[in-house]
């Protein structure tokens, strides 16, 4: 018999994922040009050639015990210096190889910092709507997820809300710019307000807050929106990244967390950290593409292709009467729900073979998630659905 904790897990299983299935389902009896699924983000644009190319050098150039051997914890020290490096080129900050941990993606990274942060009974503060994960990654150290509604104009995070939810239990604060599922990059005046909220909370409550930036998205952005680096805001800040979006390699599973000198008890939760990945059973974040990316720091996929996707799909939708916020990165479009229930409202759209994901699977009931990293022909055969699934809504 499985455990009482996987029982619930298994039954609130990610609807994500059962949208999926449902899609192959549907593609099965309608022909798959007939079905659009936008439910997933997987990312539709290749990897850059750059990957492939390095990934042979790798083979053909590097010894096999470098490439195929256990190593530290942390990673590849050689790799983990040429990201600190590119880093510090980027937004200006010191971090050398020690500050960088490699690991499995932007969720083995998550999992390592909260495995190293929380006792039992810990709060966690996200921003709604979030990605539906953190709830199940902060309760697999027994922490509490506790959530900040957002302000609906534009899915900034509401700080006064924030503030008063700050007491001596929370631990650590997690936000995602370019957010999944809004698409929306918090401006620098959002960071600089939070920042201080923080530090003020801190000193009031002589705790230590860590602010936990989960940034798989940060190169997917449109129309040069600035994200901000967020060590330069607050100096107890976490940054995870992942490779998985901005190269399009999630299945490779490889990202990596900074944890820069000037946060509070940095030595020790770097040692936490390399252990985490060890017994969390990571052990290591795979050797082969942590190789393989150090040789494309520079590489990125074609951002203009999700651009395009964008336009296409946010001009339309507004012309047929849907509400959503323009998102500026990453490649999701969050629209309002054309009833309350947006669970009914995505039943609704499958019956025109549209895939898409309530609201409330990112803590934001009464809208859908649109996932865009999809064929550009299938947003322009999709079209005519949307605009069936409006007008049956009376717009
Ligand atoms: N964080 C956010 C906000 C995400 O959207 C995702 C994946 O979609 C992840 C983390 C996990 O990313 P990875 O595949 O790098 O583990």
Partial sequence: MISDKMLD?????????????????????????????FSLGNPSVEPPVRIKEALIEVLNEESPGKVHGYMNNSGHEDVREKIAISINQRFGTSLCNKNIIMTVGAAGGLNVILKSLLNPGDEVITFAPFFGEYRNYVSNYDGILVTVAPKLDNFQPDLDEFERKINEKTKAVIINTPNNPTGVVYSEKTIKDLANILYRKQEELKTTIYLISDEPYRELVYDNVEVPYLTKYYKNTIVGYSYSKSLSLPGERIGYLVIPDELEDSENLLSAANVANRILGFVNAPSLIQRAVARCLDAKVDVEIYNRNRELLYNNLLSYGYDCVKPQGAFYLFVKALEEDDKKFCEAAKKHNILIVPGSSF?????????????????????????????????
């Avoid at 859908?368 to 550009?376: E, P």
């Fill in 9 to 37: 897990f298994v039954k609130n299983s990610s609807v994500i994922r059962a949208m999926f299935e449902e899609g192959k389902r549907l593609a099965d009896i309608h022909g798959k040009e007939n079905v659009y699924d």
């Fill in 363 to 395: 803590g934001c009931p009464g809208y859908a998630r649109i996932a865009y990293c999809v064929d550009y022909d299938m947003i322009e055969r999709s079209l005519p659905a949307f605009e069936k699934l409006s007008k049956e809504y009376g717009n």
